[in-house]
């Protein structure tokens, strides 16, 4: 399976599980991704940021891929986030991984990158070292420090060849997906596949503005699925019904720091996990941050009964 | 009128009316100033980021200093922002302010500040340099790129005696506010007003930690008189049900950049200022951005109708 | 008096002088300037970081423009720094400092553009902010933040005609200079003057590369000048005997923080200015350190007589 | 061999060599070694900033390491730079360095450390990670972005038992090399191994101030040998004039970005390496760069046959 710029929908960013002692928690894969599966997700994307990539060595690094592409057995395609800052070691996992199954990889511009020129240097050398495998570029400047304007996402995407999605993550980026848009539409740019991120916090806006879907980890998956399908329906004031339900929680999930803990604790009640256990440096809960998530989801159970949705 | 720790409710960030040519435009001010006056709120806080203070040269800042202390009249009291960077302009602004009627200034750490040392440093000569007038702290770290942790947030109220008033708008700043108030409760840290910013994005979550109440400017102030006024009858669903239905809103004017653009043109067409205009550099609305406001604000009238709150 | 772009030379870096009290020292700027002009200098620059003029009022560095342009009596053209994160600020200091008869503006890049377009589109609006005034470009990313490309330099001069300078401080820089005068000679780039920064720690690497001078404070302005003399001459190995005569204390000076420091000591004690005084935040000098002046100053005063050079 | 507090001298950055295809060369190794080795250091460091670290896999710096141990075959000890930003990588490193024979690790704070707070719980987490072992604590803001003030380095040291050594490069850090030479001397502090850092640019000032020794990499090892050794004689002023022989070439391999590239071209011709290549990104010479190199290489020379000095 071979990532390509028609891929469309919900590609859930998924975290990487540990034990209590922060050892890898491999045997929790498989029913992590049946979760996810059985959300109706399009596809997993792992080792990004919330996936605590930086978090791993490198052999741990493979040992998660390889544990999601058997657990997903070729139900849906896999995407793996391959380190930025770093060609060789950007290389040996891009290799391994495109060997394992994945379906392609996601790439964000190094940390250091402080001028276009600069940036296309960087990418440049990324394509080479990457070769002719499927690429997402990660665009999150509030993760990478890096900012990369409009037209320079168009001079990457068409000096790349082999890149078929943008993960947008800009925060604001409304304008940044309508620019892109118009330039796939009006003025010959190769239309990729514009996935976003933030947790979902703009999704209907986003979907409004041309995306083809969500590349995020809210921890109710199912909130994406169904925004997306409402808006597919053309019924947006359905779609912002839904999200609107939803919507306390993700603003609460997407504070800086302790949103993973958050996911990862309401995975673990779920049963998408067995442990909301971080690797260090990580926030912990206390109590009255449960309180308020106990809270938020006990609001958000009501209001979707209200709106005759099933979570 | 002299601020002190006791404040508490709403202080509503002003936003600074400018002319279509980008001129100040002073006679706003009084209908301004009305418009929040109508809201009930309980201060007015002036020269803040999101009042574009770092656009005005310094007799601007006065002139509007001057302007909304003299549309106020004394009925509330107004918090002017004074320049972090520049001890020099700090002095200068501090001393004209108060001597025009403010009721306080608010002070955040430069933003080259890097190391504890370096901070308490940086507060000790503004203590100096301001002498006996109620200081607010401005803790945003997004803003400054200044890291306060709670003990040196505590370590700095204790040696600032003028310091009345913390601006959090930390994120996340939960467990910050949490421990603060702990720290008040049960270790003998002097009680401060504590007022909390970021658009209001977390404000009843920030009620439920012990915030007095919010300082910030979104474009609809009730919501945040409507919250605090449900928090303070014990009613946290009720106060839950009014933030959510601004929600949406709240989200999308917080957007960094973008988001004073949408503040200002909702002030605008409510008829607070005259002109949506910021000095430069600003975001501007397009179309597409316009029709996202119109779409989100027809949505929480009709979800505001339906919970029976008047807008 | 109009700066173009044949100006050449050593332009120094003025610092502002300062009372023990931290007052402005008005009275001091004629010996300051007779100083510097003593030392045979082609134009004076104030208002520079090193200038101190973040920790000036508005009205403070329009005092001092006029204490120095009074006191060259249009010996040399002075240019004057002006602010430039606020367009506002820099408006009101520019038409001033013009209108008391400085010889051209100094502007740097907002520390928060973060794309080529956002820089290209800083320097559209400062050039319509300015008018026609000779402006300096200054290029100085350890300052700033913001990297300049050499690319990118070339399109901000060619789209701003009033550009006749740059101020070249990038660390490493050599390899831009190469490339601007390559530009220059062979690609039809318009040539503009370029004078060197960083306390002339590069300056003989920098002339041979193609500079036109110098613009920096080293306390020794003899320096820049018997070394830009020697250059000229065609003698490059008496520009190095007397570079490296002073090389010791150029790199003491150049210390982020402590810099400014020894520079305002060492120019007390030459009687240019009254006082080291700095405003805060201010690094200071202690008796280690004022061991180490006086140890590389006397190894250089006899480095010198061994040159044959008169100090 | 175990590094301990009583280190001092020379111990030189060891670069990574690469082949000309970026490849590493691990057959370089011992004759990089045996050049080290010729020069007297005391002992070397590898897979620092300098020894390209962060473009190796992990894989790779294991290779590295093992290579430097078998060619220095416990003549001098070997310290083993480990990744800050991750504790697996760390972990994982330390121990198969530790096992392999390295004398110590050395640690950077993680780069997105922003107060204190953050600071000390980091280098807990450490010492944990690492166990018992030797440890050198790297304090380099320019590379990391972390401001350590000396209270704060006390601090982790006190927290520490197994820090023996500070890798000094703050920039300025004359005074901070006092206060801590201070602290030891008259507070009771534990005293360790200080030695500096900065290519050497500041080296016979950090002597005076209580360094004992530098831990750099020029590609002159015998200059950092030769200024130690009339240090240690109580001739500051030979000390001064064999530092200023090499300070112009100190001062062009200091260049932030070349400098890697000027010393690898050094040392390639020098025979310590086969190739001056580095791995991307990295920045390459030009043939001005080269002369540049070649005269001030040559004025070295002959300024040091009239100091009697051997290169």
Redesign the interface.
């Known amino acids: 399976m071979r990532l390509d710029e028609t891929a469309s929908g919900v590609f859930v960013i998924a975290p990487t599980p540990f034990r209590e002692n922060r050892a890898l928690a491999l045997d929790d894969v498989p029913r992590m991704v049946d979760f996810f599966l059985a959300r109706d997700v399009q596809g997993l994307t792992i080792l990004g940021m919330m996936g605590e990539a930086?978090?791993?060595?490198?052999?741990?690094a493979l040992q998660v891929t390889r544990a999601v592409l058997s657990a997903t057995g070729g139900k849906v395609p896999v995407i793996v986030g391959v380190p930025a800052?770093?060609?060789?070691?950007m290389q040996?996992l891009a290799a391994a991984a495109m060997d394992a199954g994945a379906a392609g990889l996601m790439v964000a511009p190094?940390p250091s990158l402080?001028?276009?020129?600069?940036v296309l240097?960087?990418f440049a050398?990324v394509a080479e070292v990457l070769g002719d495998v499927p690429v997402v570029l990660q665009d999150y400047?509030q993760g990478t420090g890096?900012?990369?304007?409009p037209?320079?996402i168009r001079r990457i995407i068409e000096a790349t060849p082999s890149c078929v999605m943008l993960k947008h993550e800009d925060?604001?980026g409304?304008?940044k997906l309508?620019w892109l848009r118009a330039a796939s539409t009006h003025e010959g740019m190769r239309r990729i596949s514009i996935l976003t991120g933030n947790g979902g916090?703009?999704l209907p806006?986003e979907l409004?503005?041309g995306a083809d879907g969500a590349m995020t980890g809210f921890a109710f998956p199912e909130m994406m699925r169904d925004v997306v399908r409402a808006h597919r329906a053309g019924d947006?004031?359905r779609a912002?019904d839904v999200?609107?339900a939803y919507?306390?929680l993700v603003?609460?999930e997407q504070?800086?720091?302790?949103?993973l803990a958050v996911r990862k604790h309401i995975l673990a009640q779920r049963g998408a996990i067995s442990s909301p256990t971080q690797?260090?440096?990580a926030?912990q809960l206390?109590p009255?941050?449960l309180e308020?998530v106990a809270?938020l989801v006990a609001?958000q159970e009501r209001r979707l009964v209200m709106l005759g949705s099933q979570g």
Request: proline fraction near 10%; avoid cysteine.
């Open positions: 930086a978090k791993l060595t490198e052999q741990e800052a770093s060609f060789a070691a040996w190094a402080r001028s276009d020129e600069a240097g960087h050398t400047p890096v900012q990369l304007a037209a320079l925060w604001p409304l304008d309508s916090l703009f806006d409004r503005r947006p004031q912002a999200f609107d919507l306390p603003r609460y504070q800086p720091g302790v949103g690797r260090r440096p926030a206390g009255r941050d308020d809270f609001r």
